[in-house]
């Protein structure tokens, strides 16, 4: 079964930049869109920018004109760059694909943690 590996993450200061990447463990087909997601503890887990696999993109207000979401579409890695961070963005950060299947298959990262901190 394939796996999405997160990685990327870290402690970086408050209106610092981090670049979050997610790869596949082997190559997939049929990919409908991808996307990042966070946790904090204690909340749900909340969607912070998705891509279709035709490159359209969208974002959560709350990280718009800050974070940047993009795609390798040979590997099917995703990234998302991440500027003018701030505390409230502390998070673990989860990469997600689902999977043009009968039913549709959703995959989930285990998911790296950022910390923005002084």
């Known amino acids: 079964q394939v796996q999405l590996v997160e990685s990327g993450g870290g402690l970086v200061q408050p209106g610092g930049s981090l670049r979050l990447s997610c790869a596949p463990s082997?190559?997939?087909?049929?990919?409908?869109?991808m996307g990042w997601y966070r946790q904090t503890p204690g909340k749900e887990r909340e969607w912070v920018a998705v891509?279709?696999?035709?490159?359209?993109?969208n974002y959560a207000d709350s990280v718009k004109g800050r974070f940047t979401i993009s795609r390798d579409a040979a590997t099917n890695t995703i990234y998302l760059r991440m500027n003018s961070l701030k505390p409230e963005d502390t998070a673990v950060y989860y990469c997600?694909?689902?999977?043009?299947?009968?039913?549709?298959?959703?995959?989930w990262g285990k998911g790296t943690l950022v910390t923005v901190s002084s």
């Open positions: 997600n694909a689902k999977i043009n299947t009968r039913p549709e298959t959703i995959v």
């Open positions: 082997k190559s997939i087909f049929g990919i409908n869109i």
């Open positions: 891509i279709t696999a035709v490159d359209t993109t």
